[in-house]
């Protein structure tokens, strides 16, 4: 009888196990999550051991992690990893590395690459998670986009020209309060500005269209400054005695763009010979350092948090995270 009833216990507790596991993939693909966070605050990683609960696929969300050729430079989560970009450990990327460091893409495209792609991922029966740090990707998915008209190529290559060449003419064109640090996003309002005589701020006040998952789930992972600043420190270095130096070389000999990503410039200039390996590590962390800051300001201002984790990760806030999705 004793066996009898714990063969029972058994599977009891093997057709909880099992309804519940159910029971959250039912409601994981009903929702989208996205989980964002400034640069080294450890999303990556802990957005894939979250996509492998919760039967999830990651879509990318990060302006850098987009191109091809820069996986360690970006650190992506494809860094040291040979082979397609589409997999790793069982779990679907998407959107990382499909562009040449010398293609150009607007938030409106990554709108439309991302609705094309979160058809794929709900198709597959997996749950979408949206990760990375670029704060007018993640607007655009949860708010949508302004309606601004298209810029043509030429206009779009004049722009680049602009900002690469004379930044004199570019400061005096585009508002005093715009953040020039950032050559795409002053690329991006520049020829804006010039296809349609109106400042990209303005457009932004207009009516936004196009919002892909205005209901997603927010994470934040957002540990104190200190700590950011130390990991941040520690990676740079390994980052430049690993693969970062071969992609470097690979941005000088094709003559690409080395704008694209903190740190190439850096390499490259190193690789060049006009700066030593210590003041290009030195310039590529206090780089880093400041993009983080503009990151965690941005988080702070725009992004409504559903839950707000404060420090790097670990187990016990990916149960948490599961707990508050049921």
């Known amino acids: 009888m004793s066996g009898q009833i714990s063969q029972f216990d058994f599977f009891a507790v093997v057709f909880l196990q099992i309804y519940k596991v159910v029971s959250i993939m039912k409601i994981m693909k009903e929702r989208a999550i996205v989980i964002t966070g400034p640069t080294a605050s450890g999303k990556s990683d802990f957005a894939h051991c979250l996509a492998r609960k919760i039967n ?25 990893i040979a082979g397609n970009f589409d997999n ?34 709900i198709a597959m029966g997996k749950t979408p ?52 640090t950032d ?4 690329a991006r309002a520049l020829e804006v500005f010039l296809e349609t005589g109106t400042h990209l701020s303005q457009w932004q006040k207009m009516p936004r269209v196009g919002a892909l998952i205005p209901g997603a789930f927010k994470i934040l992972v957002l540990p104190e400054r200190e700590i950011l600043l130390d990991r941040i420190a520690k990676r740079i270095p390994n980052m430049i005695n690993g693969g970062a130096l071969h992609e470097a070389k690979y941005i ?35 780089k880093t350092n400041q993009y983080a800051k503009r990151q965690r ?24 995270v599961i707990s508050m999705l049921k």
């Open 56 to 80: 999830g696929a990651i879509i990318n969300c990060d302006s850098v992690q987009i191109y091809r050729g820069i996986e360690n430079i970006s650190a992506s989560p494809f860094a040291g």
């Open 88 to 121: 790793i450990d069982g779990v679907p990327y998407r959107l990382f590395s499909i562009l040449s460091l010398n293609e150009h893409i607007s938030v409106a495209d990554y709108l439309n690459l991302a609705k094309k792609t979160l058809d794929e991922i």
């Open 129 to 180: 998670i949206f990760v990375g740090g670029t704060g007018y990707y993640i607007n655009v998915l949860l708010n949508g986009i302004s309606s601004i008209p298209n810029v043509s190529d030429d206009v779009r290559q004049r722009a680049r020209d602009m900002v690469k060449n004379d930044m004199d003419a570019v400061r005096k064109m585009l508002p005093k309060d715009f953040d020039k």
């Open 183 to 186: 050559p795409q996003r002053t």
């Open 252 to 286: 000088i000999d094709n003559n690409m763009d080395e704008t694209r990503a903190i740190g190439a410039m850096q390499i490259c200039k190193m690789l060049r010979g006009e700066i030593s390996k210590e003041n290009a590590i030195q310039n590529w962390i206090t």
């Open 297 to 320: 300001t941005w988080f702070r201002g725009q992004y409504n948090a559903d839950l707000e984790i404060k420090n790097v990760p670990n187990l016990d806030d990916l149960e948490r």
